[in-house]
């Protein structure tokens, strides 16, 4: 049962849209009148900014105190849509970029901003004043896909299921055919080192090589197609974390990684914890057993007995509204968007009226082999 009560009138604040920071340390809601920033390891609130209009999405620059805000309104035949930079230590806004477009999202770096639309990204240089430097043609990009980070600059093709690897350094463009079908979801790792992309079928994730544009690896989500929600890379680069429309969140040890994960540290917080934590039936190693086991072995097999599955899952509940496919739609809230608060731990959160905050431990079972359980959760935008 969750510990947070609901308000004495029963309206409860809705999230728009709700994401991580780049490092992992904190999460954001932009709200019907603002936006909130929560602690991610404990879900407890940071800060919070009410304004007198409603962005459509928000985003963190780094662990500062700046958040981009993007509005889009229509007043009659006339289309408004900017990104503000607030900074909350003024509480005032720091700049802001009009355009002439709808802003699916934004996407800020100590150096740049990149503005996602529906079939294009605008990339600025934000210092000393922002300037427009560059912009790039995309296949249909209606969820708003785009990595931003100190060298490159990741976005989907011209053609769909590419990828565009752009090199910040000089703006030099790469291109990487990663599907066959549309990109859906994007995530590189901290040190942008890897990045993982999946399709439109939703079954298979890729690995790629963001300076030499190799494929480095391929791993299964599951046979059935499915509507990848989130990808998230762990700090150390040893794990990958991927939820769907199936409610599944799955663990993935990604290959090659020699980086050893830190314990996790059981903090309490903002958030009810469960007595109880089920814990999925353990599967194997990846490195040395398939989840097929001996299958994988026979000649002339199919492949899907011999690829690679999570070693971990869990079970995540994004709450009973429609999920939003597209960024730009107002059908539906973002659902199921994952982040990691260090190697062992990561957190699921989901927009709308029923927004909510998941907690996950990687942690050994009873055997000593490693398990995802759900160990709480929150009801983040109800008052205490």
Same mark, same amino acid.
């Given at each position: 049962?969750?510990?947070?009560?609901?308000?004495?009138?029963?309206?409860?604040?809705?999230?728009?849209?709700?994401?991580?920071?780049?490092?992992?340390?904190?999460?954001?809601?932009?709200?019907?009148?603002?936006?909130?920033?929560?602690?991610?390891?404990?879900?407890?609130?940071?800060?919070?900014?009410?304004?007198?209009?409603?962005?459509?999405?928000?985003?963190?620059?780094?662990?500062?105190?700046?958040?981009?805000?993007?509005?889009?309104?229509?007043?009659?035949?006339?289309?408004?849509?900017?990104?503000?930079?607030?900074?909350?230590?003024?509480?005032?806004?720091?700049?802001?970029?009009?355009?002439?477009?709808?802003?699916?999202?934004?996407?800020?770096?100590?150096?740049?901003?990149?503005?996602?639309?529906?079939?294009?990204?605008?990339?600025?240089?934000?210092?000393?004043?922002?300037?427009?430097?560059?912009?790039?043609?995309?296949?249909?990009?209606?969820?708003?896909?785009?990595?931003?980070?100190?060298?490159?600059?990741?976005? #989907?093709?011209? +053609?769909?299921?590419?990828?565009? !690897?752009?090199?910040? /350094? *000089?703006? %030099? $463009?790469?291109?990487? #055919?990663?599907? +066959?079908?549309?990109?859906?979801? !994007?995530?590189?790792? /901290? *040190?942008? %080192? $890897?990045?993982?992309?999946?399709?439109?079928?939703?079954?298979?994730?890729?690995?790629?090589?963001? /300076?030499?544009?190799?494929?480095?690896?391929?791993?299964?989500?599951?046979?059935?197609?499915?509507?990848?929600?989130?990808?998230?890379?762990?700090?150390?680069?040893?794990?990958?974390?991927?939820?769907?429309?199936?409610?599944?969140?799955?663990?993935?040890?990604?290959?090659?990684?020699?980086?050893?994960?830190?314990?996790?540290?059981?903090?309490?917080?903002?958030?009810?914890?469960?007595?109880?934590?089920?814990?999925?039936?353990?599967?194997?190693?990846?490195?040395?057993?398939?989840?097929?086991?001996?299958?994988?072995?026979?000649?002339?097999?199919?492949?899907?007995?011999?690829?690679?599955?999570?070693?971990?899952?869990?079970?995540?509940?994004?709450?009973?509204?429609?999920?939003?496919?597209?960024?730009?739609?107002?059908?539906?809230?973002?659902?199921?968007?994952?982040?990691?608060?260090?190697?062992?731990?990561?957190?699921?959160?989901?927009?709308?009226?029923?927004?909510?905050?998941?907690?996950?431990?990687?942690?050994?079972?009873?055997?000593?082999?490693?398990?995802?359980?759900?160990?709480?959760?929150?009801?983040?935008?109800?008052?205490?």
């Amino acid at each position: 049962m969750n510990l947070r009560g609901a308000s004495s009138d029963g309206l409860l604040n809705i999230a728009n849209h709700v994401e991580f920071n780049d490092t992992g340390r904190y999460f954001v809601a932009a709200i019907e009148d603002g936006f909130k920033v929560f602690e991610a390891d404990t879900c407890e609130l940071h800060g919070e900014q009410h304004l007198t209009w409603s962005p459509d999405s928000a985003t963190i620059l780094g662990d500062t105190q700046i958040t981009g805000l993007v509005m889009n309104t229509h007043e009659s035949t006339k289309l408004t849509a900017k990104l503000v930079l607030w900074d909350s230590r003024s509480k005032k806004q720091a700049a802001t970029v009009q355009t002439k477009s709808a802003i699916i999202r934004c996407r800020l770096s100590q150096v740049h901003i990149a503005l996602v639309f529906r079939r294009n990204v605008n990339l600025y240089r934000h210092q000393p004043r922002i300037e427009r430097i560059a912009s790039y043609e995309t296949s249909d990009n209606a969820r708003g896909l785009c990595c931003l980070g100190k060298e490159y600059l990741v976005i #989907p093709g011209r +053609t769909a299921g590419h990828l565009q !690897i752009i090199k910040l /350094r *000089d703006l %030099e $463009v790469s291109i990487v #055919p990663a599907h +066959t079908s549309a990109v859906k979801a !994007i995530a590189v790792n /901290r *040190d942008e %080192e $890897v990045i993982a992309t999946a399709s439109q079928q939703g079954t298979l994730i890729r690995l790629h090589s963001p /300076r030499t544009c190799a494929r480095m690896g391929e791993l299964r989500r599951g046979v059935n197609p499915a509507t990848i929600y989130s990808l998230a890379i762990s700090p150390s680069g040893a794990h990958l974390a991927v939820t769907s429309d199936t409610n599944t969140l799955h663990i993935f040890n990604l290959p090659g990684s020699s980086k050893s994960s830190k314990s996790s540290s059981t903090v309490d917080g903002n958030w009810q914890r469960l007595e109880h934590t089920p814990s999925p039936p353990p599967p194997g190693n990846y490195m040395n057993l398939q989840k097929w086991g001996g299958l994988a072995k026979l000649p002339f097999a199919p492949r899907v007995f011999s690829d690679v599955y999570s070693f971990a899952s869990a079970h995540f509940d994004p709450g009973e509204e429609k999920d939003k496919m597209n960024v730009s739609s107002k059908d539906g809230y973002v659902k199921g968007v994952v982040g990691w608060v260090e190697d062992q731990v990561l957190a699921v959160i989901s927009a709308g009226k029923d927004a909510r905050y998941e907690r996950f431990e990687l942690m050994p079972d009873d055997t000593g082999k490693t398990v995802c359980s759900r160990v709480g959760w929150s009801r983040f935008l109800r008052p205490s």
